[in-house]
């Protein structure tokens, strides 16, 4: 996956289920890289069951964001 689409505004739902996480709305995030680093080292762990990003009109599912954010790390690890 390309990682430059963590520059674009992203929306991030959270909860224990993907209509939990409808339910509640959105996160509105400047960048998808700060939904994605907030979803994985700030979030609860059980939201992420049904974790959500939407970056424009695609839309990432918790395996998703958790390979992105391995993809940021090794990125700043560089």
Known sequence: MNIQ???????????????????????????AANAVRFAIEQAAPVSLHGAMLRIGTLTLGPKQIKRLHRGLMAKTAN
Request: avoid cysteine; hydrophobic fraction near 40%; charge should be neutral.
């Open 5 to 31: 689409i963590l520059n674009a505004p992203g929306e991030l739902f959270l909860g224990s289920d993907s209509a939990t996480a409808f339910a509640q709305g959105p996160r509105q995030f400047r960048s």
